[in-house]
């Protein structure tokens, strides 16, 4: 997609989320302008606890982006003064044609990637639920290409995707595999005036393992494992000879069971959810696929391992952020902690279950162990919360409404540099990061940083609310009336679209200042802590 052509680093050049939500549903409503039927749009909602090893491969991988683009820009970013965009502008830099595909990218893209967006996937699910895809839209409790081959298997169609694992599932005589960055828009004849046509190649699995004269594309794939020496052509010549000898000669049975495993039928993922539902109420099970993988991924963890001695993972997104300093999720951690002590009450987790972050620490992703709080403590917690919240019941209107949540953003990460006992950001710092002006220095950037974990958070917080709405469990909850009002008050938390990026301006920055001041001074409120160690949820 389009990215701002004003910008002078690659941090403004990256499309906001209100862009992003507006060029996907566009992408797909052109590939159906192209003959194509979109029947389902699946989001992976629970990974299994061997991938946890992937995962944080993953996030490493993106770390590593990060302290090379620092390194690249140790002093900071040179940044012009970029008007806001009309609602046109922002309408024409979303727009997105399959023609684009190969368009010339950013500069600062090519010499110096970025991570993608913090909260992507989120924010395409918002633009996604608010459009005509809403119905086919789903995050579902697994792993999403097993979705899609089993539902391509049913109905002889395609798999459209980046993930080349789907070429080892099982999609049926017919089903097929297309890669995204595989389709090209052509004109059949030198014709200006002829109708483009959508062109792909299509990968179909079962046809392949025919003219390879193997059993199945699994079968080499697992050679290729298990085998990452050979060439092509020796794995393929095992992969044959393997099957002659009934394909269990000198193999590892335990190690064969588990590569297969990965590719199982998806409605085992099915029943087992449906089991763990029937501790849900309907109301939570009805809403399940509107919530963000992540907050997902956690609940199901709660339901799931409850009854074993396994760890609750959550893997936070990477932020753009100052690799060299604290975490930039470490002001917004009492907030987490808080939503993850509500799901753990409600949901009845015992106390053997032991939950986790993982985010960075230093230059590496490592798990933080998070002790979750008390009915008593939660609801100490959200005493202190309201009164930092109080601005926002007070607000009117929608301008009002999401000045009030930035500001918010502002004030938790103030009060971490508070009470963690280091010096404030100064005015210039917090225009910079939060405002359209100026240079980016890494102290602005990492604020921003922080103001987007804070609204993150905020926003799991308000997706726990209503997973344990209805809970049996929740009846305790629903007796502390600051936890009540909390709940109403996040469900006005407006989408990612509209609040990120942040957007204060000079006068809002000043009033700001000012309220942190006051509630400095007339707080009884105790220290928190950095998120270095083990946490629980402070008052």
Known sequence: MAVNSNATNAIDAQPSYNEIGKTVPQYLKELEAYGLFIERLYFDGYLPAHKREIRLQRLDAYLRQLIVFQAAHNKGLESKAIPERSEAQAD??????????????????????????????????????????????????????????????????LVLTSDSDLLVHDVGPRGGVIFFDQLDVQRPDADDSAHLILYANVFRPQEIARRLQIQSIMALAFEMVIDLQSSFQQVLNCTRNRAVSNGRKSIDIEAHEQFVKEFADPYTSI???????????????????????????????????????????????????????????????????????????????????????????????????????????????????????????????????????????????????????????????????LGRAGSRSWDAIHLHAQCEGVMYSLRMLQQVFKVVSGRSQSIHLSRSKPIGKCQSLTERLPSLAQILPFSLNTSSVNQSLEAFRESREASDIGKSEPVNGNGAIKR
Not at 123 to 143: H, Q
Not at 353 to 375: D, I, P, Q
Request: aromatic share 8%.
């Open 271 to 433: 029943r087992i959810f449906n089991n763990l539902g029937a501790r849900c109420s309907a109301a939570s099970k009805e809403l399940w696929p509107l919530l963000d993988p992540r907050v997902s991924e956690m609940v199901l963890q709660c339901l799931h391992d409850s009854n074993s001695s396994d760890d609750i993972n959550v893997f936070l997104s990477t932020l753009i952020e100052d690799t060299s300093r604290v975490s930039a999720w470490a002001p917004s951690f009492n907030i987490r902690c808080f939503a993850y002590s509500v799901l753990a009450i409600a949901l009845g987790v015992p106390d053997k279950v032991r939950l986790s972050e993982y985010v960075r620490k230093g230059l590496r992703t490592v798990a933080n162990k998070v002790t979750r709080g008390t009915l008593e403590q939660c609801s100490e917690f959200a005493d202190t919360l309201l009164r930092r919240l109080g601005h926002i019941d007070r607000s009117s209107s929608e301008n009002e409404l999401l000045t009030g949540w930035q500001s918010f953003a502002l004030h938790e990460a103030l009060h971490w540099y508070h009470d963690t006992g280091r010096a404030l950001p100064d005015r210039g710092t917090i225009g910079d990061g």
């Open 92 to 157: 024409k830099a979303a727009s997105f044609s399959l023609l684009d595909v190969s368009s010339t990218k950013s500069p600062y893209h090519r010499s110096t990637p970025l991570p993608a967006p913090s909260f992507l996937v989120p924010a395409v699910l918002d633009a996604l639920r608010s459009s005509p895809f809403a119905a086919r839209t789903e995050v579902i409790p697994g792993e999403a290409d097993t979705f899609c081959a089993a539902l391509v298997k049913k109905s002889s169609g």
